[in-house]
């Protein structure tokens, strides 16, 4: 069945086309689900290089561990099509797409790209925002629109904060609800569907809350294998890890497992290397746990190899290549960290 919105000429067919490794689930109804078209926005500023629906594929997928990306469809203001921006057509809608926890099933996730805490709607985005909303309300696909933080669980989200009410006021304006500004952030939270580290962590400056903060505060929990209805601190783990914004960050001499600086990979061998192995098996990721000395050893072979793929697969699981560097060593801190390190 084509749709009405598939037809407008700003359309761009990406489906099947973007990085992913797998599909989605289908909707238990297929697209009769959908009672809701969920509005969101990229939370990443247009002039931005990775705002463009392929780094965000590849964030969805190689970080989040999601099978595609996670909007149905996405508006780009950087790309203009007859005058509008273009609406890229990611995922197809039968699908329940991972964008707004265990409400998947009812929502069409809608994304702008920008950051509209500092970002401006521009005129071809309107356009483009009205008319996709009036070819969905024409086929019939859901009754109601709501921001991200409008759904259940999510009312501490800073998405989505533009006004869709006033983009689309020729539509429909005495029918839609008024933007809802975020809650603050709670101080635990009940993991949805989809939820990952990556995609709940409030990442914006020395006051958010970072994935290392979540790690380090939620000792034991495994980013990979998160539960729905499990709850982890997410307020109360601001500055576990991140340092206030006054407070200065501690040599790594302080620690108990000091981190070396740097770039290590296989063949390097020395102190240094010491001090990851150490760091490693402190957190039970041993280079060789068989071996009288746990593997440490100053020596980057296969063993450390294996035991530098293993860690990253659970906490940077987009450079699971056995080479450590920058986001390894900030994990690793984080994790040891969790662990009274």
Not at 286 to 305: F, L, R
């Given at each position: 069945?084509?749709?009405?919105?598939?037809?407008?000429?700003?359309?761009?067919?990406?489906?099947?086309?973007?990085?992913?490794?797998?599909?989605?689930?289908?909707?238990?109804?297929?697209?009769k689900?959908?009672?809701?078209?969920v509005?969101?926005?990229?939370?990443?500023?247009?002039?931005?290089?990775?705002?463009?629906?392929?780094?965000?594929?590849?964030?969805?997928?190689?970080?989040n561990?999601?099978?595609?990306?996670?909007?149905?469809?996405?508006?780009?203001?950087?790309?203009?099509?007859?005058?509008?921006?273009?609406?890229?057509?990611?995922?197809?809608?039968?699908?329940?797409?991972?964008?707004?926890?265990?409400?998947?099933?009812?929502?069409?996730?809608?994304?702008?790209?920008?950051?509209?805490?500092?970002?401006?709607?521009?005129?071809?985005t309107?356009?483009s925002?009205?008319?996709?909303?009036?070819?969905?309300?024409?086929?019939?696909?859901?009754?109601?629109?709501?921001?991200?933080?409008?759904?259940?669980?999510?009312?501490?989200?800073?998405?989505?904060?533009?006004?869709?009410?006033?983009?689309f006021?020729?539509?429909?304006?005495?029918?839609?609800?008024?933007?809802?500004?975020?809650?603050?952030?709670?101080?635990l939270?009940?993991?949805q569907?989809?939820?990952?580290?990556?995609?709940?962590?409030?990442?914006?400056?020395?006051?958010?809350?970072?994935?290392?903060?979540?790690?380090?505060?939620?000792?034991?929990?495994?980013?990979?294998?998160?539960?729905?209805?499990?709850?982890?601190?997410?307020?109360?783990?601001?500055?576990?890890?991140?340092?206030?914004?006054?407070?200065?960050?501690?040599?790594?001499?302080?620690?108990?497992?000091?981190?070396?600086?740097?770039?290590?990979?296989?063949?390097?061998?020395?102190?240094?290397?010491?001090?990851?192995?150490?760091?490693?098996?402190?957190?039970?990721?041993?280079p060789?746990?068989?071996?009288?000395?746990?593997?440490?050893?100053?020596?980057?072979?296969?063993?450390?190899?294996?035991?530098?793929?293993?860690?990253?697969?659970?906490?940077?699981?987009?450079?699971?290549?056995?080479?450590?560097?920058?986001?390894?060593?900030?994990?690793?801190?984080?994790v040891l960290?969790?662990?009274?390190?």
């Amino acid at each position: 069945m084509t749709y009405k919105f598939q037809q407008l000429p700003q359309l761009v067919d990406k489906r099947g086309k973007l990085p992913s490794k797998g599909s989605y689930n289908k909707r238990a109804n297929g697209v009769k689900s959908i009672t809701t078209r969920v509005w969101h926005h990229s939370l990443t500023k247009l002039s931005a290089g990775g705002s463009n629906i392929v780094s965000f594929a590849n964030f969805h997928v190689g970080t989040n561990g999601w099978p595609e990306i996670a909007y149905h469809l996405i508006i780009d203001p950087n790309t203009i099509i007859n005058g509008k921006a273009a609406i890229y057509y990611c995922v197809d809608i039968s699908k329940r797409s991972y964008h707004v926890g265990n409400s998947n099933t009812i929502g069409l996730g809608i994304c702008v790209i920008g950051d509209y805490r500092t970002d401006k709607l521009s005129e071809a985005t309107i356009r483009s925002i009205i008319d996709l909303h009036k070819a969905l309300m024409a086929d019939g696909i859901g009754k109601y629109d709501k921001a991200h933080n409008e759904m259940p669980g999510y009312s501490w989200k800073a998405c989505c904060v533009f006004d869709y009410n006033k983009a689309f006021k020729d539509v429909l304006s005495d029918m839609l609800p008024v933007v809802k500004q975020p809650d603050p952030v709670p101080g635990l939270y009940t993991i949805q569907e989809g939820d990952t580290f990556w995609s709940i962590a409030e990442k914006d400056g020395p006051t958010g809350i970072t994935v290392n903060d979540l790690i380090a505060a939620n000792p034991g929990v495994d980013p990979t294998k998160l539960k729905v209805g499990q709850t982890i601190k997410l307020g109360k783990a601001q500055y576990t890890y991140t340092p206030k914004p006054d407070e200065p960050k501690k040599p790594q001499s302080t620690y108990r497992y000091p981190l070396p600086s740097g770039v290590l990979k296989k063949g390097a061998r020395g102190n240094l290397v010491s001090q990851l192995q150490a760091a490693l098996a402190a957190v039970h990721f041993y280079p060789n746990k068989n071996a009288q000395n746990k593997g440490i050893d100053g020596i980057y072979g296969n063993d450390t190899v294996d035991a530098v793929r293993r860690f990253q697969s659970v906490y940077v699981p987009d450079q699971a290549d056995g080479m450590y560097g920058p986001n390894t060593k900030s994990k690793l801190q984080a994790v040891l960290k969790s662990k009274g390190y």
